[in-house]
């Protein structure tokens, strides 16, 4: 009915380039905030970037510079730009939106995708 599928990931050198992918596809009217996270082996899951409806956003501190999030809301597609990379970077990248409302009127909560590895190699 609604899903949310990463794509972008891959393997790449410290210094290098992914521009990752987030589609919302399905019964969906309207997202509004959504954000990347990452969870690296024997870590918590952190907040990466997140992006309102609006364009607002943030960042974690340690992206602040080198990853840009961005989204298209009449694809409902989120972006994540991430240049210089870094192996601390290395990381399963999952796409998340705090509130989905459907086509039928009903609202969905904290929904996630099934992530994305990253691997920066040195």
């Known amino acids: 009915q609604v899903q949310l599928v990463e794509s972008g990931g891959g393997l790449v050198q410290a210094g290098g380039s992914l521009r990752l992918s987030c589609a919302a596809s399905?019964?969906?009217?309207?997202?509004?905030?959504m954000g990347w996270y990452r969870q690296a082996p024997g870590k918590q899951r952190e907040l990466v970037a997140g992006?309102?409806?609006?364009?607002?956003?943030n960042y974690a501190d340690s992206v602040v510079g080198r990853f840009t999030i961005s989204r298209d809301n009449a694809k409902n597609t989120m972006y994540l730009q991430m240049n210089s990379l870094k192996p601390g970077d290395t990381a399963v990248y999952y796409c998340?939106?705090?509130?989905?409302?459907?086509?039928?009127?009903?609202?969905?909560?904290?929904?996630w995708g099934q992530g994305t590895q990253v691997t920066v190699s040195s």
């Open positions: 998340n939106a705090a509130r989905i409302w459907t086509t039928a009127g009903r609202y969905i909560y904290d929904y």
């Open positions: 399905g019964s969906i009217f309207s997202i509004d905030t």
């Open positions: 992006i309102t409806s609006g364009g607002s956003t």
